[in-house]
C-alpha cells in the first residue's frame, strides 16, 4: 500500500481531483470530513471549543457556526491566536481518527493499493503527520493562480474579495507546496486534461510502490 497527500490552495480544485479519485474506486480519508465528525453536536471537540471561544460559536440547533469561527479564526486582529487555539483542540482528534482509518483500509487493502490522504494544510501538518505515522510516501498539489482562486470563491462561495484574499493569505503561499510537492496539477487548464494529469499520476506512482519518492 502507498499513502499518497492530497493538498491544494483555497479553491484551486483539490476537491475536484478527490472526487475523481473516488471515482475511480480509491480509497480517501477527507480531512475536512473528520474535522466536521470531531465537531459534530455532542462531541469533546466541540465541548473544547466551547471551552475557548464561548457560546458565540454555536448555531441555535447547537451545531458550530463554521460561518462565526472562518470569521475570528481567518480574519481580525486575533486570528493567529484564535487559529491556534482552534488546530490547539481539533488537529489531534482529526489526526487520531485518520490514523485509524488508515490503519483499517491498510489492512484490508491489496498491496499495489493507494490511500489518499485529502489534507487542505499537508505541508503545515507534517510534523503531526509523522508523529501520527501517516505520512505520505508522495505528495499531489493542485493550484491555480491567485485570481482563479479569488474569483471562484466570490462566485461561488458567497465571499467577497477581501475574504477571498484573506483565506489565500492564511495559507503558506503557492510556491511552497509545490517545493513540498512530488507532483503538481493545474487547474488553471480543462477539466479532462486535469483528470488525465491525476490518472498519469496515479498509475506513475503504482510503477513506483517501493522506490524513493520523486519530484516531477
Same mark, same amino acid.
Given at each position: 500500500?502507498?499513502?499518497?497527500?492530497?493538498?491544494?490552495?483555497?479553491?484551486?480544485?483539490?476537491?475536484?481531483?478527490?472526487?475523481?479519485?473516488?471515482?475511480?474506486?480509491?480509497?480517501?480519508?477527507?480531512?475536512?470530513?473528520?474535522?466536521?465528525?470531531?465537531?459534530?453536536?455532542?462531541?469533546?471537540?466541540?465541548?473544547?471549543?466551547?471551552?475557548?471561544?464561548?457560546?458565540?460559536?454555536?448555531?441555535?440547533?447547537?451545531?458550530?457556526?463554521?460561518?462565526?469561527?472562518?470569521?475570528?479564526?481567518?480574519?481580525?486582529?486575533?486570528?493567529?491566536?484564535?487559529?491556534?487555539?482552534?488546530?490547539?483542540?481539533?488537529?489531534?482528534?482529526?489526526?487520531?481518527?485518520?490514523?485509524?482509518?488508515?490503519?483499517?483500509?491498510?489492512?484490508?487493502?491489496?498491496?499495489?493499493?493507494?490511500?489518499?490522504?485529502?489534507?487542505?494544510?499537508?505541508?503545515?501538518?507534517?510534523? %503531526?503527520?509523522?508523529? =501520527?505515522? $501517516?505520512?505520505? @510516501?508522495?505528495?499531489?498539489?493542485?493550484?491555480?493562480? /491567485?485570481?482563479? *482562486? !479569488?474569483?471562484?470563491?466570490?462566485?461561488?462561495?458567497?465571499?467577497?474579495?477581501?475574504?477571498?484574499?484573506?483565506?489565500?493569505?492564511?495559507?503558506?503561499?503557492?510556491?511552497?507546496?509545490? %517545493?513540498?510537492?512530488? =507532483?503538481? $496539477?493545474?487547474? @488553471?487548464?480543462?477539466?479532462?486534461?486535469?483528470?488525465? /494529469?491525476?490518472? *498519469? !499520476?496515479?498509475?506513475?506512482?503504482?510503477?513506483?510502490?517501493?522506490?524513493?519518492?520523486?519530484?516531477?
Amino acid at each position: 500500500m502507498v499513502r499518497v497527500g492530497l493538498t491544494g490552495g483555497i479553491a484551486a480544485g483539490k476537491s475536484t481531483i478527490s472526487a475523481h479519485c473516488r471515482q475511480r474506486g480509491i480509497r480517501v480519508i477527507d480531512y475536512d470530513q473528520l474535522a466536521r465528525d470531531v465537531t459534530e453536536p455532542g462531541s469533546a471537540g466541540l465541548s473544547a471549543l466551547i471551552g475557548l471561544f464561548g457560546n458565540d460559536i454555536l448555531l441555535p440547533d447547537g451545531s458550530l457556526n463554521r460561518k462565526w469561527m472562518a470569521e475570528h479564526v481567518f480574519a481580525g486582529d486575533h486570528a493567529q491566536e484564535n487559529r491556534h487555539k482552534l488546530e490547539s483542540v481539533i488537529h489531534p482528534l482529526i489526526f487520531q481518527r485518520a490514523r485509524m482509518l488508515d490503519r483499517q483500509w491498510s489492512s484490508s487493502s491489496p498491496q499495489q493499493s493507494i490511500i489518499i490522504h485529502d489534507i487542505p494544510l499537508l505541508v503545515e501538518s507534517l510534523p %503531526e503527520l509523522k508523529k =501520527y505515522n $501517516i505520512a505520505p @510516501d508522495y505528495v499531489i498539489t493542485v493550484e491555480a493562480d /491567485d485570481q482563479t *482562486r !479569488i474569483n471562484r470563491m466570490v462566485q461561488t462561495r458567497g465571499m467577497s474579495r477581501r475574504q477571498a484574499e484573506e483565506r489565500i493569505q492564511a495559507q503558506l503561499p503557492q510556491k511552497v507546496r509545490r %517545493e513540498c510537492a512530488d =507532483y503538481c $496539477i493545474s487547474s @488553471d487548464q480543462p477539466l479532462d486534461r486535469m483528470v488525465a /494529469d491525476c490518472d *498519469r !499520476i496515479l498509475d506513475s506512482i503504482r510503477g513506483r510502490q517501493g522506490k524513493c519518492s520523486v519530484r516531477e
